[in-house]
């Protein structure tokens, strides 16, 4: 019997950001914005954390300097946790 294992050759990047996001309204703009610019990013926010932690996930690299960028744009804080 032969047998081809499975091989995961994708890897998937998270990127972790510190905000200063504390509305819906604001976290859900931020996240369509982000989404308009970056249609392959899976985006959201936890707002019940004290970091107001905006969340990232992609099959490819994420642009960390552009999302933090965006956020300097707008005003908003926005800092890769380590």
Known sequence: MKVNPQINTTSTAVEIFKTNVT???LANKIVADLKQLYPEYRINFDLEDCDKVLRIVSDNSIHISRI???????NIQIELID
């Open 68 to 74: 933090i960028d965006y956020g300097n744009s707008n």
């Open 23 to 25: 509305h819906n309204q």
